[in-house]
């Protein structure tokens, strides 16, 4: 069997894996529906005046697409890898021809579907409920796909090394939620202490939340890399860290555990 055979045979059983599990499609796509109708549709949104979300309702748009696209990942391959190591099944993998980075690749792929149709259901839901105006590019589709590898293979390294399910769907939120709201998604960067601003920085979903703001508020005022174009260049900076990451990601899958 060829690379790609292989990766499409794992991808395929990935994802019936995934619709068997009728509990995670549900809260999978539930969970943002929710986040949207309490934050976007009763507590709204009220530029002039103080508070948290002060700004214009599409501006909000990169901090819901970022509920799936960290969330999701992060919590899947976590528990995923985690599941896998707890039945010994990387034993089994390793007698198949399927090497790590195959299976890493085929995991993130289900993960990517997934988060397309939930990000297509926020879009719709953002509008719906909270009147946006949304300014479509494409490039959030590789704003979506490159910061799914990312969170994927991060979330793959946490399923390694922690010691159980439990452990990674607890690292990965102790993990995803201060980075969901210290990355320029919900909180904008006045809000945020003077010091605090450079860790900001250090964030994979600050890039992501800035560039998909750049490609969906038609009045955004988003920082470049360089002073270069926004939307490329932290599309730029979010390929590096994806790359990098699935790389140590593939590298911590155990051959056997």
Not at 101 to 113: F, K, M, P, R, S
Not at 135 to 164: E, K, Q
Not at 230 to 246: D, E, I, K, M, Q
Request: net charge neutral; glycine share 8%; charged share 15%.
């Amino acid at each position: 069997m060829t690379r790609v055979g292989r990766v499409r045979a794992a991808t395929g059983a990935g994802w019936r894996s995934f619709i068997r599990r009728r509990t995670a499609v549900f809260f999978t796509f539930f969970f943002p529906v929710i986040l949207i109708a309490i934050f976007g549709a009763l507590v709204q949104t009220d530029p002039t005046g103080g508070g948290l979300f002060t700004e214009p309702a599409a501006y909000y748009v990169p901090g819901y697409l970022a509920v799936v696209v960290l969330f999701t990942p992060l919590s899947r391959m976590g528990s995923e890898v985690a599941r896998h190591r707890e039945g010994n099944r990387f034993e089994k993998l390793a007698t198949t021809p399927l090497t790590r980075g195959e299976w890493l690749l085929a995991q993130t792929a289900v993960n990517a579907v997934i988060i397309g149709l939930a990000s297509l259901l926020i879009l719709a839901m953002v509008v719906v409920l909270t009147g946006a105006e949304i300014a479509l590019s494409p490039l959030l589709v590789p704003y979506i796909l490159v910061g799914v590898v990312a969170f994927c293979s991060v979330g793959a390294m946490l399923g390694s090394y922690t010691d159980s399910q439990d452990g990674a769907v607890a690292a990965s939120n102790a993990i995803g939620l201060p980075l969901l709201f210290l990355s320029e998604t919900f909180v904008s960067l006045e809000q945020l202490p003077g010091w605090f601003e450079p860790l900001v920085d250090l964030s994979p979903l600050t890039y992501f939340a800035r560039g998909v703001r750049a490609a969906t508020y038609a009045d955004a005022d988003v920082a470049g890399v360089a002073g270069l174009d926004p939307a490329l260049s932290n599309l730029a900076v979010l390929a590096v860290v994806a790359a990098v990451a699935f790389a140590f990601g593939a590298r911590s899958i155990p051959r056997t555990d």
